[in-house]
């Protein structure tokens, strides 16, 4: 049973490019949560996909949008992008119901120029 | 709003006990968690807590809940080598908060 899968596993883009981010959950999980982990601190609130819809957005602007398809895997697509973006992108897959953990892939490590 | 909050740094002998501390702001969180992060990977989940409960022990990993003070811990017992990681304290209330981490550093 694979895990959560996430690509590219690095990207480099240059300021003013768009990007788009993948992430597969593990089977069972049709949720999907996205955060961003800037060097040396915690991993921070992006957005949270169920059922194809956001479902709740932490303080991220307009920029960062997202999308879940059917099969529940999801992208995270930020535009416009500035050099304070880059991070390392963590796509989180959980259940549905309140008490269900959150497990993380490895992440996409995306530095903009 | 929700807060999280832990100390930076930690260092132990290998074979000693770790703990590593944690506060959290949000009254409200229902669960909460240990995640731990090797260098160049995603998060590991490593164990949680249900808000109602004091303790929960899993293997070498003991966790503290003092829902009064808002206060978690995680005590590793006989740290290894492999331990050496950083370690995220987060709560649960509508989405998942976590803290800044707390380097372990294991000296041989």
């Known amino acids: 049973d694979a895990g959560v899968t996430q690509s590219p596993t690095h990207l480099i883009k240059t300021r003013g490019q768009q990007v788009t981010l993948r992430c597969s959950p593990k089977s069972g999980h049709d949720t999907v949560s996205w955060y961003q982990q800037a060097l040396g601190q915690g991993p921070q609130f992006i957005f949270q996909?169920?059922?194809?819809?956001?479902?709740q957005r932490g303080n991220f602007p307009d920029r960062f949008s997202g999308h879940q398809f059917p099969n529940y895997s999801s992208e995270l697509n930020v535009n416009a992008l500035l050099l304070g973006d880059s991070a390392l992108y963590l796509c989180?897959?959980?259940?549905?119901?309140?008490?269900?953990?959150?497990?993380f892939g490895n992440g996409t490590r995306l530095t903009v120029t | 709003g929700e807060d999280v909050e832990q100390s930076l740094f930690l260092s132990v002998r290998e074979g000693d006990s770790s703990v590593i501390n944690c506060t959290y702001t949000d009254s409200s969180s229902t669960y909460l968690y240990w995640y731990k992060q090797e260098p160049g990977a995603g998060l590991q989940l490593l164990t949680y807590?249900?808000?109602?409960?004091d303790m929960k022990q899993d293997q070498r990993l003991t966790v503290l809940l003092n829902k009064k003070d808002k206060h978690l811990s995680l005590r590793i017992a006989d740290t290894q080598t492999g331990d050496s990681a950083i370690y995220f304290c987060a709560e649960k209330d509508q989405k998942v908060t976590f803290g800044i981490g707390t380097k372990l550093q294991v000296i041989p």
């Open positions: 807590i249900f808000s109602n409960m």
């Open positions: 989180a897959g959980s259940q549905s119901s309140y008490n269900s953990p959150l497990h």
């Open positions: 996909y169920y059922e194809e819809e956001e479902r």
